[in-house]
């Protein structure tokens, strides 16, 4: 349920509807927006119900939440989009992020020349994986902690925030301790125990939408990480199955009006993984912020045939400039910063 306060309620009568919320088990959320307060309740509906808020004071309405997502719903927060501070930089509202960096953390040097790269692009964040999902296990799995280690160096050279990829419970709060912002990858969209234990973290979370999944699901899995406390969520639409061939996944851009019809969370697209191919990058890019993306997240690799992983889809140093700037003329053009 959302209840809705008057523009006039007092702190104490917010106060007064958490403490009956909290009285029955229930949790509560409280939203405060510019003009109202909106808590929302979440627990068993009848218990919540009986309590009989429309009549308490300070209370405009209580209205209920119809998606089967609650916390990651527009509704809950009455329109108002939400915008993460990571770092000192915004994400979300106006406020357009370039995110990039190599699929892969492979060594000092590729990690630091890309960084350099990606700070002189103009970028919010620097990403990279330092613990890798790969399809074969004979393939790269990463650097671990030392790929860790390498992404915080980048981070004291050019003062941008790293994005990097969590696998498993167990390594959140290793991961944590270097990382500016945890990733989710798309193979684990649904791992429901890593989703709970990113919710327990401080830190910000960067949710990829699974291979076959649906637009709701990953709402629900949003959710997952929201309802256990982690309200700093962004998720990233990065491709889906489908039978097409000419590119490594079918780039989903409807994707991104649906979401920010259904939710206030920002979000991303990573055109990388989205088609596959440097070539195809450029354009789902732009595209990607005209339909309204809130990000891209963007492989670049110094020499991409030389990459470990995700070579062919990542943007060479040039390539990633000529991007970022087609990008930031098409952000300005809807009234993006
Ligand atoms: C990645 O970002 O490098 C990655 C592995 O992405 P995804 O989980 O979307 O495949
Ligand atoms: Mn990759």
Redesign the pocket.
């Known amino acids: 349920m959302l209840i809705v306060m008057k523009q006039t309620a007092t702190e104490d009568e917010v106060a007064a509807v958490i403490d009956r919320i909290e009285s029955v088990g229930a949790r509560a959320h409280p939203s405060r927006g510019e003009e109202v307060t909106v808590i929302g309740a979440f627990g068993d509906r009848e218990h919540i119900g009986r309590l009989e808020l429309e009549g308490a004071p300070g209370v405009e309405r209580v209205v209920p939440i119809l998606k089967p997502y609650k916390l990651a719903s527009a509704q809950v927060r009455q329109g108002q989009r939400t915008v993460l501070d990571i770092g000192g930089r915004r994400i979300g509202g106006e406020h357009f992020a370039l995110i990039a960096g190599p699929?892969t953390v492979e060594s000092r040097d590729q990690t630091l020349t890309t960084a350099q790269v990606v700070a002189a692009a103009g970028a919010t964040m620097f990403?990279g994986?330092a613990y890798?999902?790969r399809t074969s296990p004979y393939a790269f799995q990463g650097l671990g902690e030392e790929g860790l280690r390498l992404l915080a160096r980048a981070r004291e050279e050019t003062g941008l925030p790293v994005v990097t990829?969590v696998m498993t419970p167990e390594a959140v709060p290793l991961v944590e301790r270097y990382a500016d912002c945890l990733?989710i990858?798309?193979?684990n969209m649904q791992n429901f125990n890593l989703l709970q234990a990113c919710g327990k973290s401080a830190k910000p979370i960067l949710l990829?939408r699974g291979l076959s999944s649906t637009l709701e699901e990953l709402l629900m899995a949003a959710e997952y990480i929201l309802a256990s406390g982690n309200r700093r969520v962004i998720l990233c639409e990065?491709g889906i199955r489908t039978f097409e061939r000419a590119t490594r996944n079918t780039l989903d851009l409807s994707a991104v009006a649906v979401l920010k019809q259904w939710s206030h969370l920002p979000v991303l697209v990573?055109p990388s993984?989205g088609t596959g191919h440097a070539a195809f990058v450029p354009a789902m890019a732009r595209a990607a912020v005209a339909a309204g993306a809130d990000g891209l997240?963007i492989?670049v690799h110094p020499h991409p045939e030389r990459a470990l992983s995700?070579g062919p889809q990542s943007l060479t140093p040039a390539g990633l400039a000529q991007t970022a700037a087609e990008v930031a003329a098409v952000a300005r053009a809807v009234g993006r910063r």
Do not use: I, S, V, W
Request: proline share 6%; hydrophobic share 10%.
């Open positions: 699929c990403r994986g890798k999902p990829e990733q990858g798309a193979r990829k990065r990573d993984h997240l492989e995700d």
